[in-house]
């Protein structure tokens, strides 16, 4: 029993001893724990509630270490910064569940409101069966590195923007000077407008094309240089695309300096401020008259040889790869009981023998890889009647510019009473023979020089006539072309045969000069040449030779340089003709002002003697100087309407015209008797035409029905109506009419059909009329009978603008 007390008391005193020893370890470890200049904490990992939090935190974070202890979710609801708390959060627990530790780096919200950076480290703590128990970790407060790296990180971002902008203001110079020279050297016309769509700088390119002055163009301006038939719809374009700030694609003529219109193709952009507004537009104008023109005869070529093969009794396919038919002639369309558009686009003929269209296929990819002719001598069809018949057929590539084959065509020639008879064979050699020389015959009658040659000297193997008649009979066969034109030594076509032979890549040339001696007489000439060299190939797809294809232009390169020179000419004669009618105008001016003076010095001596005679001038010497101031008045009237008719077919500027108020205006300024009844019917148009020549026109007209109507109850009416690009206006009257046999004489000068003495008048005005109106494109006529009143019918452009 002592023993037992003795050692139970020695056990509590070890077990005293461990404790105080454990307290002196505690106590050791906080007092180390506060000499650091970091958080040190631990944290229950199944409820996140700290067991033990050091004081530096209170120092550091300025909450109180109760608050740590005692507050629910005080680290991740009041302590974490609201931007980094779910990254955090989610980091605990994956050290949690991973049995991890972690280092990271999060921002803490003060007691004071301050963002401090904190760098945790984090250790997990687990229990004897393995799982974890606590988080431990130690922050330490990097707010002022934090600081130092973002200024640093910011003055990096600052000197990386300068270098930048340094190097793209360098860039943004080189870019303005490479398009500044990019549009100097090439040949389209280069404008810009603003916003708007408006002409508002001086446009070199299109001043230079179309002649036109800045004046001219700015603004809508422009569109004066447009056709008159494609400047609605220009304008429609143009107007759709600023509206909508699309592209803007139109294709429209548009008038040289020397009065050629040009097929152009337009396309412009809008060019976008930072906030997608539009700052400008930009577009080009590219000539493309020349491809027109090529258009236009590839159709008419296509259809010629459309109709050629239609006329033949073979059937002839074209097939695109994969053995696609793209055409077929007539032949083949009866013979298969389809349309040309039921065949295309099938990959074999619809009635072919199943057994053999393997075969078929076969054939065209033959052609179509190796680049050579294919003959077929006995292949079967199916009719569309069902009847079997047998076929000679010929497939031949068809290359591309690059000596690629983009296409085959075959001809088909029915043999099959042929081969019934057993010949067969034979009279498919025999045909095949005809073919050839049908292609040779071809070949030699081509309206074109046609040549080939071998080998990198390109000696010359054989010519067809035109060739030979092009040289004067001279025979060149054998001949490297060295050799036989020593005349074309440095004008570049050696060079370009032996880059064709070369390459392999097609070459050709429009227009090319040519300086050589033709006749062999020693005398050089000069001429012009379409021509392709077309390099031929062997069987292993190697270049051989040469072929050239040329016709010459020359004819045609005088001719156009011959108009050339003509349409100069005429510029200048346009401007001498101009300059002359400008001294006519002038001297018409000063001649009836001068024929005037003299007429009004007559009629004031007749008034002043007339006065001083009194009472002693008798009455018959009174009616006699009546009448000779009615021939003064007569004569100055005559002058006047000589010197109207003179400038009656001179344009003048265009306005917007309502021919209603127009009308008003001049019925006010005609002042009819009141027994003259005007009626202007409601739907009068609004032009853009010059106001004062077609209120001379109404005035004149109304004015002679008013002037000759011989009865109290005068009617005029004036009445019009739409006639394509024109408006008809009709000024008729009530009055005696006109006998058909005068219809013509009335708008000769100085013609009338009545005495002065009946009607005073000078004969001119209708002459005048009618040389207003057709100096604008319009015409003039009369429709009347005697008794029955006179209709005067006219018409006149609804937009003369087009015209000035």
């Not at 110079?173 to 407008?193: F, M, N, P």
């Not at 508002?200 to 800045?214: D, E, H, L, R, Y």
């Not at 292609?439 to 060739?467: C, D, K, W």
């Not at 000439?525 to 392709?532: A, G």
Request: charged residues 30%; proline residues 3%.
């Amino acid at each position: 029993m002592k023993e037992l007390e003795r050692q139970t008391a020695s056990q509590t005193a070890e077990e005293a001893a461990v404790e105080r020893g454990i307290a002196e370890a505690r106590e050791h470890f906080l007092e180390l724990v506060r000499g650091l200049d970091a958080i040190v904490w631990e944290m229950d990992a199944a409820t996140w509630k700290f067991t033990f939090v050091s004081d530096r935190a209170e120092a550091i974070l300025g909450y109180p270490i109760s608050q740590w202890d005692e507050e629910p979710n005080f680290w991740q609801h009041r302590l974490l910064h609201p931007e980094d708390r779910n990254g955090c959060v989610e980091l605990f627990m994956c050290a949690i569940s991973e049995g991890l530790d972690r280092q990271f780096q999060y921002r803490a919200i003060a007691a004071d409101g301050r963002t401090v950076w904190l760098k945790d480290c984090l250790q997990v703590v687990r229990d004897k069966s393995g799982c974890v128990k606590l988080l431990r970790g130690v922050a330490v407060d990097i707010t002022q590195e934090k600081l130092t790296e973002e200024e640093n990180q910011q003055l990096l971002q600052e000197r990386a923007a300068r270098v930048e902008v340094e190097k793209v203001q360098e860039a943004l110079c080189k870019s303005e000077e490479r398009y500044r020279r990019l549009v100097e050297a090439i040949c389209q016309i280069i404008w810009d407008t603003k916003a708007e769509g408006e002409f508002v700088n001086p446009q070199p390119g299109w001043s230079a094309f179309t002649g036109q002055s800045f004046d001219e163009l700015k603004g809508w301006g422009w569109l004066n240089a447009i056709h008159p038939d494609d400047q609605a719809h220009t304008a429609a374009v143009w107007g759709a695309a600023l509206a909508n700030r699309t592209l803007y694609e139109v294709e429209h003529r548009l008038l040289r300096y020397d009065g050629e219109y040009r097929d152009m193709s337009v396309r412009a952009v809008p060019v976008l401020e930072a906030d997608g507004s539009v700052r400008e537009w930009v577009g080009v104008h590219t000539d493309i008259t020349d491809r027109k023109r090529a258009e236009n005869a590839l159709k008419e070529s296509e259809h010629r040889y459309a109709q050629i093969l239609d006329s033949l009794q073979d059937m002839v396919f074209c097939k695109a790869a994969n053995s696609v038919v793209v055409y077929a002639n007539k032949a083949a369309c009866n013979y298969y009981g389809k349309t040309q558009e039921e065949l295309r686009g099938i990959t074999d003929v619809p009635f072919n023998e199943l057994d053999y269209t393997q075969q078929y296929l076969k054939d065209d990819l033959q052609v179509f890889t190796t680049g050579q002719p294919v003959e077929i001598l006995e292949e079967p069809n199916v009719r569309a009647d069902g009847q079997t018949r047998f076929f000679h057929t010929i497939k031949c590539p068809i290359f591309d510019t690059n000596g690629n084959v983009v296409e085959i065509v075959g001809v088909s020639r029915d043999i099959t009473d042929r081969k019934q008879e057993g010949e067969v064979r034979e009279r498919a050699l025999a045909e095949a023979e005809a073919a050839r020389a049908e292609l040779q015959r071809v070949f030699m009658q081509a309206p074109a020089a046609i040549a080939t040659t071998r080998g990198p000297s390109h000696i010359t193997e054989t010519l067809n006539p035109l060739y030979m008649q092009i040289l004067g009979n001279r025979n060149i066969i054998g001949k490297p072309v060295r050799e036989a034109f020593p005349d074309l030594e440095g004008q570049g076509f050696f060079e370009l045969l032996d880059q064709v032979y070369a390459t392999g890549i097609a070459f050709v040339g429009n227009e090319m000069p040519s300086v050589f001696d033709r006749k062999g007489d020693g005398v050089l000439e000069e001429s012009f040449w379409n021509f392709v060299y077309q390099p031929l190939f062997d069987v292993d797809n190697q270049v051989y030779g040469i072929m050239t294809h040329a016709v010459e232009v020359t004819d045609q390169v005088r001719a156009r340089q011959e108009i050339e020179k003509k349409a100069e000419e005429l510029a200048r004669l346009s401007e001498a003709l101009e300059r002359s009618n400008q001294e006519l105008e002038q001297f018409a001016y000063v001649t009836s002002h001068d024929l005037k003076a003299p007429l009004r010095g007559i009629a004031s001596l007749s008034e002043w003697i007339e006065e001083d005679m009194g009472e002693h001038l008798t009455r018959e010497s009174r009616k006699h100087m009546i009448l000779l101031r009615g021939r003064v008045h007569r004569m100055e009237a005559l002058i006047e309407g000589i010197l109207q008719y003179s400038r009656a077919g001179r344009l003048q500027v265009t306005e917007t015209v309502n021919v209603k108020t127009l009308l008003s205006e001049s019925i006010d300024l005609l002042a009819p008797p009141p027994e003259a009844k005007i009626i202007v019917e409601p739907e009068m148009p609004i032009l853009k035409t010059e106001r004062v020549p077609l209120q001379q026109v109404f005035m004149n007209l109304i004015n002679n029905a008013i002037k000759h109507a011989q009865k109290s109850d005068i009617c005029v009416r004036v009445g019009g109506r739409k006639v394509g690009k024109y408006y008809e206006f009709c000024v008729s009257d009530n009055g005696p009419g006109i006998a058909p046999e005068y219809h013509q004489k009335i708008w000769v000068i100085f013609q009338r059909l009545e005495s002065r003495d009946k009607h005073e008048g000078t004969g001119i005005g209708l002459s005048v009329v009618k040389k207003i109106i057709e100096s604008r494109g319009g015409k003039v006529w009369i429709e009347s009978e005697v008794g029955a009143g006179a209709a005067f019918y006219f018409t006149w452009p609804k937009d003369l603008s087009g015209k000035l």
